[in-house]
């Protein structure tokens, strides 16, 4: 890790003086509620995998989950549906960087673009969420039923569908204020109130915000449908 | 309160084009271990392995995405120490919990017969399987 060139960097002010960490006094609030958010998640995932540890068989992933919109009976599929979904977030993640940046530029136009590609990938990615839960309702999968054998053939708890179905449902609900957030950034770029405040600080954090929704899915996507 | 000028970031025009590419090349790779991994044996050591290479993976995933993404690495050293530091208790708490999970696992195989016994019981494989295979035996 190099150690930054603090001359390099121009001084941010806070209202009680200078920032012990030269960043925006909201940008730093927004990290360590990332961190607590960090936490939570962290927490679910090792209770998950701390069951997991504790169960002599798992139902396997792959024969869970192998379907996607529109395929046809007795074929199947893993990881296709779930790639593609991963994919969709690294790319809204990718347009929310793009946003960011135009901000610093103060490249409205270009905030505006970037802002509506990263809404429409988060729009994309809780749909493909919401047709794999119906899916799996359909077969006969929610809190408190597991339809699913375990890889071993043997008889299956509940574990696997109430971790699965809280674990995603969370993060789902973190992309769902994902998108809000950065609706309401949208319409405040068009207000032109970033403009008139003269900086677009204000995306950066919802970019944050973003980034962090997108990396939580990195662990998610990795402890539940590769391992 | 000043605005931001970030005059440091107009060098680095190709530093989101290279994460990028990053990403999508450790994400494939992800991809290509998991579909490895089908073919493998549940609990053996090439599994195993492959697990540990996946998560290696992920947390190289995690590195970029935070690091460039989330600009923590261009933040000065003190940011990132606050944020940083305190996650080292994920270490603890992955190996004490996982453990624990292993422990007790083992504890119950070996001491609780009845939750032996419904572990290693195999379901009954479901009526039409079972026809198919009666009709091939016939055959």
New interface residues.
């Given amino acids: 890790m190099s150690t930054p060139t603090t001359a390099a960097v121009p001084t941010k002010w806070w209202s009680g003086g200078r920032s012990p960490f030269n960043v925006e006094y909201g940008k730093l609030m927004m990290w360590y509620f990332l961190m607590s958010d960090a936490f939570t998640f962290g927490a679910f995932l090792i209770a998950y995998g701390t069951i997991r540890f504790s169960s002599t068989s798992w139902p396997n992933p792959n024969e869970v989950f192998q379907s996607y919109p529109g395929m046809s009976e007795g074929t199947s599929a893993p990881l296709v549906f779930v790639s593609i979904m991963t994919f969709i977030l690294i790319i809204s993640s990718v347009t929310m960087v793009l946003a960011v940046r135009a901000g610093q530029e103060m490249k409205k136009n270009k905030v505006v673009l970037n802002l509506i590609l990263t809404i429409i990938g988060g729009l994309a990615f809780l749909s493909c969420q919401a047709w794999e839960w119906t899916h799996l309702h359909h077969e006969g999968a929610w809190w408190g039923s597991n339809p699913f054998l375990n890889e071993d053939g043997t008889q299956s708890s509940t574990n696997f569908t109430n971790f699965f179905f809280t674990i995603t449902g969370f993060h789902g609900f973190h992309v769902f204020s994902g998108v809000i957030i950065n609706i309401i950034m949208l319409i405040m770029t068009l207000n032109n109130v970033f403009e008139k405040r003269g900086h677009y600080l204000m995306i950066e954090k919802a970019g944050l915000y973003w980034h962090f929704v997108d990396l939580v899915w990195v662990f998610v996507f990795t402890c539940f449908y590769l391992i | ?9 107009h060098g680095n025009k190709h530093e ?1 084009r290279n994460v ?1 590419i990053i ?2 090349v450790l ?1 494939l790779l ?2 290509s ?3 490895a ?2 073919k493998m044996a ?1 609990g053996s050591t090439a599994k195993i392995s492959t ?1 540990i290479a ?2 290696i993976l ?1 947390l190289a ?2 590195y970029y ?2 690091g460039y ?2 600009h923590l ?8 120490m ?2 940083v530091v ?2 080292t ?2 270490i603890w ?2 190996i004490a ?2 453990g ?3 422990s ?2 083992n504890l ?2 070996t001491y609780d017969a009845h939750k032996k016994a ?6 009954e494989v479901k009526k039409e399987v079972k026809e198919v295979h009666v009709d091939d035996a016939k055959h």
């Fill in positions: 309160m000043q605005p931001t000028t970030h005059a440091e970031q989101i990028t990403l999508t994400t992800e991809l271990l998991g579909f991994m089908m549940d697990k996946i998560i992920m995933k995690a995405i935070v993404f989330m690495k261009h933040e000065i050293r003190n940011l990132i606050t944020i305190p996650l208790l994920f708490f992955i919990f996982l624990d999970g292993e007790y696992k119950r195989n419904v572990s290693t019981q195999k379901v």
